[in-house]
Nanobody, 110 residues
Framework: HVQLVESGGGSVQAGGSLRLSCAASGYTDCMAWFRQAPGKELEWVSS????????VYTDSVKGRFTISRDNAKNTVSLQMTSLKSEDAALYYC???????WGQGTQVTVS
């Protein structure tokens, strides 16, 4: 049974930083972050391979966001810097190609 629990969301001023974490019990394969802003479609943000050696990002966050994982602690993180108003959204951690989702953590950028 895969369980995903996100944390680390909050409110930050534009230009600031936040670090999201996802505690992933029972899963060690590819994982990803998605986000959804009010009134907008769900958007893929970044993915990381099971061993952390491969990472990919949507163009809008390249150079600002960094995805990483610590398999010893079963966590996947998303370090977000230089945040913009358009980054504000509910961020979800996913696993298994979208078969498993966390409850989401809110990011607000003012």
């Amino acid at each position: 049974h895969v369980q995903l629990v996100e944390s680390g969301g909050g409110s930050v001023q534009a230009g600031g930083s936040l670090r999201l974490s996802c505690a992933a019990s029972g899963y060690t394969d590819c994982m990803a972050w998605f986000r959804q802003a009010p009134g907008k479609e769900l958007e893929w943000v970044s993915s990381i391979s099971g061993d952390g050696s491969n990472t990919v990002y949507t163009d809008s966050v390249k150079g600002r966001f960094t995805i990483s994982r610590d398999n010893a602690k079963n966590t996947v993180s998303l370090q977000m810097t230089s945040l913009k108003s358009e980054d504000a959204a509910l961020y979800y951690c996913t696993a298994g190609g979208g078969n498993h989702w966390g409850q989401g953590t809110q990011v607000t950028v003012s």
